[in-house]
């Protein structure tokens, strides 16, 4: 549907269409979605960054009246699928990229034309070509424009994580906090169209001005950007298959879209039971529902979680048992201070000896806040991006059960990439 509306993201795809002949002449179009494809420039051949070009065109060009909120890339070795051009056969369609995009100026009535550098080789040597896109007409008006469509998007998954400690424990400013991600296949609505009762989900309590803070748009990576100079033979398709096309023909990555609430208490009479927002009417979705008690994250049963004060005596550990602890705390401490001998550089975050999902998200979010200043909007997405990846491995649904060496790499990475 045309009806994008105004400042509402939606989905464009990105496809490359040839002739057999000419997939067949060129050898595929695999390298313009590689990171360090080699190719030949002149008289010697050299490492080029076809991704990064095709990225920087679509932001660039699509910059002008509209936002680019996030492109993920579809795998360079998916093979071409055959398609009707103008009612002929021998066409294939290749897709490149899916970016979901928001209008920003509601004149804006086309998408504009996007070009890229496509490179051959002939009797004479190599050749480049400029190659233009089409320019999709968008609908402009009152009417057309802002009684927005539902955007195409399947395979929704909609997950939602409470957490009522600091009410519960009557800690900083008792608010509740609600985590909300939806996923699909296409471009995720908004909060408040796939979910309802979010405003009264607790009496006593009131989302504030601020109060929702939305999280970057990702558009999720299919396949390995990178490939081997000296690799041979195609590489392996991934365990679930290649993307498949819609009944409309068009192709979709997974796009997460994901929100923050927080509920803070208005001064009367609080309620002691946190009921969790519902699907919208017409959302076909899949909901998991979770809360934190303490640190673990446990099902929620009955769509709503209990919010009740623990009283100060639960918190009193018995005499014995106190100098026990304090003397075992006093140990350790003395047993860890010794045992530590490197100590980060200068400006950079210090990284938890024994890395766990748990410490390393808390540790990126520290770096988030701290150097919230120092970093750029770019970098500062990227960071985001990287803690949510960590969260939606490891705490959302199907997590894997234990760490592997990418949260290490992670942290070392921004460890660098921050040092002041």
């Not at 579809?74 to 995009?101: C, H, I, N």
């Not at 190599?126 to 089409?134: A, D, M, R, Y």
């Not at 008792?174 to 607790?202: H, S």
């Not at 026990?324 to 047993?335: D, N, W």
Request: aromatic share 8%.
């Amino acid at each position: 549907d045309d009806r994008v509306g105004t400042g509402r993201q939606f989905g464009v795809l990105f496809s490359l269409r040839f002739t057999n002949s000419v997939d067949r002449e060129t050898g595929g179009f695999a390298k313009y979605l590689q990171t360090n494809a080699f190719v030949r420039v002149g008289r010697q051949y050299q490492e080029v960054n076809f991704r990064e070009k095709l990225q920087k065109n679509i932001e660039t060009t699509l910059g002008k009246g509209f936002s680019v909120e996030s492109i993920g890339f579809f795998d360079p070795f998916m093979p071409p699928r055959g398609v009707t051009e103008s009612g002929q056969d021998g066409w294939l369609e290749k897709p490149m990229a899916y970016a979901v995009l928001t209008r920003k100026d509601p004149a804006a009535d086309r998408l504009p034309q996007v070009t890229m550098d496509m490179q051959f080789e002939d009797q004479t040597g190599p050749v480049t070509l400029v190659l233009p896109s089409n320019t999709p007409p968008i609908a402009v008006g009152g009417a057309a424009a802002d009684a927005a469509a539902q955007r195409p998007v399947s395979d929704l998954k909609v997950t939602m994580i409470v957490d009522p400690r600091d009410a519960r424990d009557r800690e900083k400013g008792r608010t509740i906090k609600l985590e909300v991600v939806i996923r699909g296949k296409g471009a995720v609505p908004d909060l408040r169209e796939a979910v309802t009762g979010i405003d009264n989900a607790i009496a006593g309590y009131a989302i504030e001005e601020k109060g929702i803070e939305a999280k970057p748009t990702v558009v999720m990576q299919d396949g390995e950007a990178s490939t081997s100079r000296f690799g041979y033979g195609r590489p392996k398709a991934p365990e679930g298959g290649y993307p498949e096309p819609d009944a409309s023909g068009v192709y979709r990555l997974n796009v997460e879209r994901s929100w923050v609430v927080t509920y803070s208490p208005t001064g009367s009479s609080q309620g002691s039971t946190f009921t969790l927002p519902k699907l919208a009417t017409g959302v076909q979705a899949t909901v998991d529902t979770r809360y934190f008690s303490d640190m673990d994250l446990v099902p929620v049963e009955g769509g709503a979680v209990r919010v009740e004060g623990r009283s100060p005596l639960a918190t009193i550990v018995p005499l014995g048992g106190a100098v026990v602890l304090i003397a075992a705390g006093v140990f350790g401490y003395r047993r860890i201070k010794a045992k530590r001998t490197a100590t980060p550089a200068d400006g950079a975050f210090a990284i938890p000896e024994h890395i766990t999902p748990l410490n390393a998200v808390m540790t990126l979010r520290r770096l988030q806040a701290d150097r919230a200043a120092t970093l750029d909007e770019p970098r500062r997405a990227d960071l985001q991006r990287d803690i949510a990846a960590i969260e939606l491995k490891y705490f959302g649904p199907g997590n894997a059960e234990t760490p592997n060496g990418d949260l290490s790499e992670t942290l070392k990475r921004w460890s660098s990439a921050t040092a002041l």
